[in-house]
């Protein structure tokens, strides 16, 4: 290939072009079809090496992308930051460097910290894929996110798409409202004021700050999981009253002009910011996001190793298609 | 001590109002004449200084010089080093050093750090409270007898107001000032950068400007209740200006620093999580910086300060969150003035020096920034012109964090001479 369609690196969505995510969610679709069959593999990536690492908490995120991974046939190793040369104080640079003195061709990294994925990009060869840092961004959660409503609503374009809880520390809500825009939806963002991070108007979104109001507005509801720490930390007073007043509940949703969409990037807290007849009800398709995960990791990995959209079909039969 | 006459240069003296091209004499670590077509007494050196610039030497209110604890990063003598390089001939090192300058032994043991040294002068300042805890007062009595010539818990902000009422009242006592950093450690919290777009963008946690604020108001109105000095450190926010304005119309005993970098960056330099523009305070916005400029013009702060903080490479060499707060200084201060606010038009070339001089002398009462005969023969002469980029690689401290690596700069320290000694000498003599 003779040029990277992405670059190096997924580190966020902020900087991608509207053209760039359109053709990643394409690239995602041949490869959904992977998932379905018997025999759940195609050799897109033999022979390439991918470390996950993760410094952090994760089950669905590190799942889907070992499933990725192993379903384009990569080899893959997972580090977790309890256990590792981490606890021994050694600091993130020395160990990617070390990963990639053993020849490494991808990291996949969940951090703590915001900025820690172009930390390292900057600093290694290897192919970075954010897995969320911090409070910044989580970009393939981004993605799948708009794969989804993309596969709901045939289009993002004019959609309106409220996202609803704790804004200021989520990297979800800043990926999700960087895609959208891009791709031409109406943003709206719903949740305690307490939660919301400063200048967010300025990035282009309405504010809600009644449930009710966004439920009127929005074709859809992203629902954010509200954390127990925000309340010891003094944002919330206490879950039950997020409950009450921002609880995405089927008695809300009645009052919708229309029927709402809703998401969930999980794990859920039910009961708190969203209720277990929603969650489960019949326009939810929080199930067909984490399904849509791992084709929208796919398609970023492949789209890295240096293939292009308009083979990916093409790739998903014959193996060496994808190095660069 | 052979005198020394520094001829033809463009003498600027703020302290008296002077600004003519005219020699300069220095006898016995004095200064010893001032005027045109001076005679070179037996045994002088004489120095053309013609198209450069002679003023009093720049003093420093307010650095991180790491000795003792943190030798790695900085000494007395490199920081001292570093000083006379960026043509400051008098600096006033914070005690948040390890052990913690709250006792007159430390105090003492910096002075002869800095004896041994030989380059700029060093004013230790002591810490307000034991320990820097935020609990007991220091002794100011013997900290003063020992030499420090101000205190403050700068690292570690007083939290407490009566403290901070008990340190005003008790400093009136040696007539010192009481230095702040201004920050309600509630609001500040976890942040890392300036609460705004930015952070939002960078999901970086936020320092509000009110963080900085509250403390400005609660400082002034202690300051006004007991009569007691107050120096507020590096104000970042224009609602800082604002309230010191109006506290000295009202005749509060009050001054203020500003540092180069919050008179030259946003915190838009953060982009990128840039760890060489992590400060505190941080980095504001632009309307911060302008009302800043215009408070440093009109006198509502009154000096320059550097803030010099010197990181390992490795500290700085993390992610945003870890990475320490602070950027080197000294040898950088200078040329940002002079390029950024001279050749900007914000402040007058004899202003600036004011405010990197005579100011600071004035606001610490200490001896220099004026060439008025029998003053310490503390001088620097400075070639105005000269075209330079900044390359820490060659800085004399022994840290390298600044955000201005590659930055053009007009103006460069040609000669910086204490007590009538040569102490640095640029590449041009």
């Given at each position: 290939m003779t040029e990277r369609f992405l670059g190096k690196d997924l580190l966020c969505l902020e900087p991608l072009t509207a053209d760039q995510i359109r053709f990643i969610l394409d690239t995602a679709e041949p490869f959904k079809e992977v998932s379905e069959r018997t025999i759940k593999k195609v050799p897109t990536l033999r022979g390439k090496t991918i470390v996950n690492l993760f410094f952090e908490a994760s089950t669905r995120t590190r799942i889907s992308f070992e499933f990725a991974e192993k379903r384009l046939s990569a080899d893959t190793v997972n580090v977790a930051a309890s256990g590792s040369s981490v606890e021994k104080g050694e600091t993130l640079v020395d160990t990617a460097r070390n990963l990639e003195a053993m020849r490494i061709d991808m990291v996949v990294m969940r951090h703590p910290s915001s900025g820690a994925a172009q930390f390292l990009a900057d600093r290694i060869r290897s192919n970075v894929v954010n897995a969320g840092d911090g409070t910044h961004e989580h970009p393939t959660q981004g993605l799948l996110d708009l794969l989804t409503l993309r596969d709901k609503f045939g289009r993002i374009e004019g959609l309106k798409v409220c996202i609803c809880g704790d804004i200021l520390h989520s990297r979800v809500a800043r990926s999700n409202i960087w895609g959208l825009l891009k791709l031409g939806a109406q943003v709206a963002v719903c949740g305690p004021v307490s939660l919301l991070p400063l200048?967010?108007?300025?990035?282009g979104v309405t504010v809600f700050r009644r449930i009710e109001d966004a439920i009127q507005w929005a074709d859809a509801l992203n629902v954010l999981r509200i954390q127990l720490e925000r309340m010891h930390a003094g944002f919330l007073p206490s879950l039950r009253e997020y409950n009450r007043v921002f609880g995405v509940t089927v008695e809300r949703l009645e009052k919708a002009p229309r029927d709402l969409v809703i998401l969930h990037p999980g794990p859920m807290n039910r009961g708190v910011e969203i209720d277990s007849r929603v969650a489960d009800g019949p326009h939810s398709v929080i199930l067909g996001q984490v399904t849509n995960g791992v084709a929208v990791r796919m398609a970023v990995l492949y789209l890295l190793a240096g293939g292009r959209p308009e083979m990916a079909e093409a790739a998903k039969g014959r193996s060496g298609e994808a190095s660069e | 001590m052979r005198p020394v006459l520094i001829r033809g240069g463009r003498v600027i003296d703020p302290s008296q109002g002077y600004d003519a091209v005219s020699d300069l004499l220095v006898v016995d670590g004095r200064i010893a004449g001032l005027g045109q077509g001076l005679g070179a007494p037996d045994g002088a050196e004489v120095v053309d200084a013609r198209g450069k610039v002679v003023s009093p030497g720049l003093i420093d209110l307010h650095v991180h010089l790491r000795e003792p604890g943190r030798e790695d990063v900085e000494t007395v003598a490199t920081g001292a080093r570093a000083a006379a390089a960026g043509g400051f001939t008098a600096v006033c090192p914070m005690p948040n050093t390890d052990p913690v300058t709250d006792n007159q032994a430390a105090v003492g043991f910096i002075v002869k750090q800095a004896q041994a040294a030989g380059a700029a002068r060093v004013y230790p300042i002591a810490a307000v409270s034991m320990g820097q805890k935020g609990q007991q007062l220091s002794e100011f009595g013997e900290l003063v007898g020992a030499g420090a010539v101000a205190v403050s818990d700068d690292g570690h902000p007083v939290a407490s107001s009566h403290l901070m009422r008990m340190a005003l009242s008790y400093a009136r006592t040696f007539d010192i000032p009481v230095a702040d950093h201004c920050e309600d450690p509630t609001l500040k919290g976890n942040g890392v950068m300036h609460e705004g777009l930015v952070s939002t963008r960078l999901g970086l946690c936020g320092i509000p400007a009110a963080a900085e604020e509250i403390m400005v108001a609660r400082n002034l109105l202690l300051a006004d209740l007991t009569g007691g000095h107050i120096h507020l450190c590096h104000m970042s926010t224009r609602g800082s200006v604002e309230l010191i304005r109006r506290a000295k119309d009202k005749g509060v005993r009050v001054t203020a620093e500003v540092t180069p970098h919050h008179l030259t960056l946003t915190h838009e330099a953060c982009e990128g999580y840039n760890t060489n523009a992590k400060m505190n305070p941080p980095l504001r916005e632009a309307a911060d910086v302008a009302a800043l400029r215009a408070g440093l013009k009109d006198g509502t702060i009154d000096v320059i300060a550097t803030d010099h903080a010197p990181h390992h490479y490795d500290a700085k060499e993390r992610e945003f969150d870890d990475a320490p707060f602070g950027i080197v200084g000294l040898e950088t201060a200078l040329g940002l003035g002079l390029t950024e606010l001279v050749q900007g038009g914000v402040l007058t070339l004899p202003e600036l020096i004011d405010r990197m001089s005579a100011a600071p002398a004035r606001v610490f009462q200490l001896p220099g920034g004026s060439l008025q005969r029998g003053a310490p023969g503390d001088v620097v002469i400075v070639d105005p012109e000269a075209r330079w980029r900044v390359d820490p690689?060659?800085?004399?401290?022994?840290?390298?964090?600044?955000?201005?690596?590659g930055r053009e700069l007009r103006g460069l320290v040609d000669r910086t001479i204490v007590a009538g000694l040569t102490v640095f000498r640029g590449k041009a003599c």
């Open positions: 200048g967010i108007e300025d990035l | 690689s060659t800085f004399l401290s022994k840290s390298r964090n600044t955000p201005y690596d």
